[in-house]
């Protein structure tokens, strides 16, 4: 499209959230968009998006296992700094210990959050291979856009107009849980993310 002088129709305000740091080091891609993984806790993926409340915009990040499409890690904050997607990456390590230097191989796109020091050094401390994407390409994140896609139908725009943060945390906490526990996915059998790892370590 670009070639072509063509762009898109936007609905509303866009909201930049990726923000490349160029003076920040970036690790290789590892991945090289092959997102599938034969076991748990091989390949972590991770993105956040936005929702508009009320009271202002909130962010939402997410920590998804490829191997079922579990998500191990999630975040709501009202602020889109490096420590919000950090607190998503600690609840995914707190849940899932995974060994260190395990093979576990983690990608992100170039967004300053990512690729702050705090979180590649939580990383590197963790045992985790970081890997890194480009900009601007949903292709090159496709399980994690799906997923920030699911809750965005799923939840915000179904329910909305939301009130607050308050709101919206819950709303995915509620959302998580049932994406875990009990809706089907058809990318793994038509079963969901909890009982495809629970087959494998049967």
């Given amino acids: 499209m670009a070639d072509l002088g063509l762009q898109g129709v936007i609905r509303g305000k866009p909201i930049r959230t990726t923000v490349q740091d160029k003076a920040a080091?970036?690790?290789?891609?590892?991945?090289?968009?092959v997102f599938h993984a034969p076991a748990p806790n091989r390949l972590w993926l991770s993105d956040f998006t936005y929702v508009s409340t009320w009271s202002g915009f909130v962010y939402v990040a997410f920590v998804i296992d490829?191997?079922?499409?579990?998500?191990?890690?999630?975040?709501?904050?009202?602020?889109?700094?490096?420590?919000?997607?950090?607190?998503?990456?600690?609840?995914?390590?707190?849940?899932?210990?995974?060994?260190?230097?395990?093979?576990?191989?983690?990608?992100?796109d170039r967004g300053s959050q990512y690729v702050s020091v705090r979180y590649t050094g939580r990383l590197a401390k963790a045992g985790i291979e970081p890997s890194v994407r480009s900009v601007s390409d949903p292709y090159d994140n496709a399980v994690a856009e799906t997923i920030n896609g699911l809750h965005k139908a799923e939840v915000i725009h179904r329910r909305g107009p939301w009130r607050s943060f308050e709101e919206v945390e819950?709303?995915?906490?509620?959302?998580?849980?049932?994406?875990?526990?009990?809706?089907?996915?058809?990318?793994?059998?038509?079963?969901p993310p909890d009982e495809a790892e629970e087959r494998y370590y049967g």
């Avoid at 080091?25 to 968009?33: G, M």
């Avoid at 999630?74 to 997607?85: E, I, L, M, P, Q």
């Avoid at 819950?170 to 079963?191: K, Q, S």
């Fill in 66 to 108: 490829a191997y079922a499409r579990r998500i191990v890690g999630w975040r709501v904050s009202r602020t889109a700094h490096a420590s919000f997607v950090l607190d998503a990456l600690e609840q995914a390590l707190h849940e899932r210990r995974p060994v260190h230097r395990g093979g576990l191989v983690h990608p992100s």
């Fill in 25 to 33: 080091p970036c690790p290789l891609d590892h991945v090289n968009r």
């Fill in 170 to 191: 819950f709303a995915t906490l509620t959302w998580v849980d049932c994406f875990n526990n009990r809706w089907p996915l058809e990318p793994i059998g038509n079963i």
